[in-house]
């Protein structure tokens, strides 16, 4: 596969247990913002589709290529969906706990 592509898996990746059970998170030297580089990652890709698209159309580019690249695109698309729906999924359960 070519270069486009997204880690579904960053955000897991990104947690780091604590070392013991007694004693506190250990804090990642860096502070990154998993969320942002998600959506970071997700417009890059589905940019890199629509070029690799609009190339093959406008001057016969390689066709494996914007196939490859859509179909990231499209895995990408439903990896966001999916997160989308587990995420109004735990907010309507937490609207139906008792308060």
Same mark, same amino acid.
């Given at each position: 596969m070519s270069g486009i592509g997204v880690n579904p898996y960053a955000a897991f990746q990104a947690i780091k247990p604590a070392a @013991? +059970?007694?004693t506190e998170a250990v804090k990642p030297t860096e502070d $990154?913002? *998993? /969320?942002? &580089?998600?959506?970071a990652d997700f417009k890059a890709t %589905?940019?890199?589709a629509e070029k690799t +698209? /609009? #190339?093959a159309a406008v001057s016969g580019a390689d066709p494996h290529a914007m196939v490859e +690249? %859509? +179909?990231n695109a499209e895995l990408? %698309? #439903? @990896?966001a969906v999916t /997160?989308? #729906? $587990? *995420?109004?999924e735990a907010?309507? &359960? %937490?609207l139906r706990m008792p308060v």
């Open positions: @013991t +059970a007694g $990154k913002n *998993v /969320i942002a &580089e998600g959506v %589905l940019q890199q +698209a /609009i #190339d +690249a %859509l +179909a990408v %698309l #439903d @990896t /997160i989308r #729906d $587990k *995420v109004v907010y309507q &359960e %937490l």
